[in-house]
């Protein structure tokens, strides 16, 4: 059995994972609090630790791993949004308003997770659903000590657990001279944080022995991995962001609610998806969302791709430029492995790098290896275990010949049908050359046609790419077409970077184009290639 090892924050070692049960691997992953879109850095848990969960199964088997990843729907920020509707003179009540908000974002969520290619977890528990069995952990640290009720409020009595502050290698000094901590009237010790807190009247709120009120956010995680996973679960992961406080406060509550119990085993950290050295995040307004770069016509598996190339631990920065290699590398290995039946499964080196502490970076470059060595059975089995080449994507890869397009490409080849008939072999040579680009090839013959075909992109797409300046402007004719009286210039070409070289990530339609031929047309085709105009 492939050996799994995993950097645990709590040792700060990379440990050999070994599991209480290899017949119920069981790992809880905290979730979105569900006010709003999800951005792109709140994508990066949810790939980093599927990719986890599709190792597991592969290792134990797909029955063998329980997942539980959250959702948070008690928040402030979801009843300003639902009251921000009510205001606008919305006739609901406020409950129904914020229940439309998070059943909103929640569906927005698995679609654009979806997109991702990450598979739902097995449970994915809303706080609400759970607060019983959130009072009744409550209560049970007060009945032990560690926690004490004031004024509609609890409290948990950090100072009452000994080895608070262990996960994140900080004493509770350090972490008080550090933190933001809420410094408030009822409490004994500034470092004790909320258990349950009073709700105003018009907010949701739950009967409980303290009064009307909500549970904290860190009691959540505690309660629902308790009821769901048990006492003694082994992996816990989240964003680095949500080891302190949140992670060592989970610790705290769940240990001294069950000291029989381990609580989490193995803890994971993802790093941050960073915009020029900063997390991104929604306070900061330095975001973009999973939905905004999907509507940009990013396939969700490109985005996947990208964020996987990194490893987990390690930050990134999203780059224009990786999104263009992605795209063009998983269009290869699409077209590679489409046909191949599914004979080899994946790669042992594959695996093993990806057993290393989920080296995914490693990983990709052994599938580039696979791809090189022509192993293309191979290849798909192993992209499929970090969700990529999986069956069923949708065809992205493919240019699309929706019915606008449709229309588009029989314009300019009716046009090219045209200027044949009057013999203007010049100018239909050139809108051959357009429609190749786009990923059209033309068949002459009795009864002249086109097809959209990925060869006839590629080998569009490979022309340009590989010749010099000189000859590219020779490929489109561009003196030919110079010479043609109505025209003026137009050519084609790849960008070129700093060295001189026709960079193959963009297209770029310079100057003016001929009368005859319609702009937006050749850009739009040219967008319909796939690539950036
Ligand atoms: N920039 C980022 N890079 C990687 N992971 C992130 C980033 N921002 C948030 N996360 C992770 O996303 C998950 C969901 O977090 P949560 O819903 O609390 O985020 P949020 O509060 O909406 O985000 P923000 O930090 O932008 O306010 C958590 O595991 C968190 O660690
Ligand atoms: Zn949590």
Redesign the pocket.
């Known amino acids: 059995m492939t050996t799994i090892r995993l950097t645990n924050s709590k040792t700060r070692r990379k440990e050999e994972f070994v599991p209480l049960d290899p017949a119920n691997v069981r790992m809880y992953v905290?979730g979105?609090?569900v006010y709003d879109r999800a951005?792109l850095?709140?994508a990066?848990?949810v790939v980093v630790f599927d990719t986890l969960y599709r190792l597991l199964r592969h290792v134990y088997g797909a029955d063998h791993v329980t997942y539980v990843r959250n959702f948070t729907d008690v928040d402030d920020k979801i009843n300003a949004e639902a009251q921000r509707r009510k205001a606008l003179g919305r006739p609901e009540t406020l409950e129904e308003l914020i229940r439309e908000r998070t059943e909103e974002t929640i569906a927005w969520y698995h679609a654009d997770m979806d997109a991702l290619g990450a598979l739902r977890p097995g449970h994915e528990p809303r706080a609400t659903e759970f607060i019983g069995a959130m009072i009744a952990m409550i209560e049970g640290l007060i009945g032990r000590g560690h926690a004490y009720a004031v004024d509609g409020h609890v409290l948990f009595r950090v100072r009452s657990y000994k080895d608070y502050g262990a996960l994140s290698g900080r004493s509770v000094d350090d972490m008080i001279a550090g933190a933001r901590v809420e410094v408030a009237p009822y409490k004994e010790d500034p470092m004790d944080f909320v258990l349950w807190k009073p709700s105003d009247a018009d907010l949701p709120g739950w009967d409980s022995p303290w009064g009307r009120g909500r549970p904290g956010w860190h009691i959540e995680c505690s309660a629902m991995s308790y009821e769901l996973l048990g006492d003694s679960f082994d992996i816990h992961g989240?964003?680095l962001?949500?080891q302190f406080p949140h992670h060592e406060n989970e610790i705290a509550q769940s240990c001294c609610a069950h000291p029989q119990g381990q609580f989490a085993r193995y803890w994971l950290h993802?790093e941050?998806?960073q915009v020029e050295g900063k997390?991104?995040?929604?306070?900061l307004g330095n975001?973009f969302t999973v939905r905004d770069l999907l509507n940009k016509g990013i396939p969700g598996e490109v985005i996947r791709f990208v964020l996987l190339s990194t490893h987990y631990r390690k930050p990134m920065d999203w780059r224009r430029g990786t999104v263009t290699a992605a795209r063009k590398e998983l269009r290869n290995w699409w077209f590679a492995t489409e046909e191949v039946k599914l004979a080899a499964g994946a790669d042992d080196t594959f695996v093993d790098a990806l057993a290393d502490d989920l080296n995914t970076s490693d990983a990709i470059n052994r599938l580039r290896e696979l791809y090189k060595a022509k192993e293309f059975s191979k290849l798909r089995a192993s992209a499929n275990l970090l969700g990529l080449l999986l069956p069923g994507t949708d065809p992205w890869f493919r240019p699309k010949v929706d019915d606008l397009v449709r229309g588009k490409v029989e314009s300019v080849f009716a046009l090219r049908q045209r200027v044949r008939a009057e013999k203007d072999y010049v100018t239909s040579d050139f809108l051959r050359a357009v429609l190749e680009v786009a990923g059209v090839t033309v068949a002459d013959g009795k009864n002249p046609t086109w097809i959209a075909s990925f060869a006839g992109q590629e080998r569009g797409w490979k022309k340009l790419a590989e010749l010099s300046e000189d000859e590219s402007e020779r490929f489109v004719n561009f003196d030919s077409l110079a010479s043609i009286a109505r025209s003026r210039h137009v050519w084609l070409s790849s960008e070129i970077d700093s060295n001189n070289n026709l960079t193959d990530g963009h297209v770029v339609i310079v100057d003016e184009v001929p009368e005859t031929i319609d702009v937006d047309l050749l850009y739009e085709l040219v967008r319909v290639a796939g690539y950036d105009v």
């Open positions: 905290c979105p609090t951005h850095g709140n990066r848990p989240g964003g962001d949500l993802n941050m998806l997390k991104m995040s929604k306070s975001f």
